[in-house]
């Protein structure tokens, strides 16, 4: 069965430090990717998605992410962390169609 | 931009009553989705549907159903609620596959 697995339920980072957000996957076939941001009070907004061909994508907001098949793995990165990307984050998983399955997320706390 | 929109922010329901939750969307999508969000536990799919009057059970059905009788309109339907349903219920939709369009989402309460 397909899984996402967060392994960060809370991270806390100074602003303009870099920041690393961590998801790996269980996907029995070739995966589509996804970061999702939500802000308090707001629905879900994609940030960036892998389906095929180059393994680092570029999102919005300078996020970027990478792909590791050998790592199942779909870190979120980004160089440079703004007091306004405090909010919580998903990593999803699924295929074509969006029958996605999430992972628990990652509150991501900046201070100044 | 895509809009989709839930009937309520916030409800408050008792126990063992029938709940309506509804959803909108304005960009003729042909596929819509209702999650559920839980602190710890992210988002779970409750039912998806790929057309009108069509629906699919996702990951956690029990004790819903949903009903899409025009494309644009996507209900889920707690039967008899129980406090165990309190949570933030999240409409979506999507043409194919490149993304997920989210509403605001509701925060059911059942007391």
């Known amino acids: 069965a397909q899984s996402v697995t967060q392994p960060d339920i809370h991270i806390t980072v100074s602003e303009g430090a870099s920041l690393e957000l961590r998801c790996n996957y269980s996907?029995?076939?070739?995966?589509?990717l996804f970061w999702y941001v939500q802000s308090p009070g707001q629905g879900l907004q994609l940030l960036l998605k892998y389906f095929s061909g180059d393994t680092l994508v570029q999102g919005i907001k300078g996020f970027e992410a990478e792909f590791k098949r050998s790592q199942s793995s779909f870190n979120l990165r980004k160089p440079s962390v703004h007091w306004s990307d405090a909010a919580e984050y998903f990593c999803?998983?699924?295929?074509?169609?969006?029958?996605?399955?999430f992972g628990a997320g990652t509150i991501l706390r900046v201070k100044s | 931009d895509v809009k989709v929109t839930q009937s309520s922010r916030y409800l408050v329901k008792r126990t063992g009553e029938k709940v309506f939750l509804e959803c909108v969307q304005d960009?003729?999508?042909?596929?819509m989705f209702w999650y559920r969000q839980d602190p710890g536990l992210g988002l779970r799919l409750i039912y998806f549907s790929y057309d009108v009057k069509m629906k699919e059970k996702g990951d956690i059905p029990e004790g819903y159903s949903v009903s899409r009788e025009k494309k644009e309109r996507f209900s889920l339907i707690l039967e008899s609620a129980s406090t165990n349903q309190t949570s933030m219920y999240l409409c979506?939709?999507?043409?194919?596959?490149?993304?997920?369009?989210f509403g605001s989402g509701t925060q059911l309460s059942v007391l």
């Open positions: 979506a939709s999507s043409l194919g596959g490149e993304k997920l369009f």
């Open positions: 999803a998983v699924g295929a074509w169609g969006n029958k996605l399955v």
């Open positions: 960009m003729d999508h042909e596929n």
């Open positions: 996907y029995g076939a070739t995966p589509y």
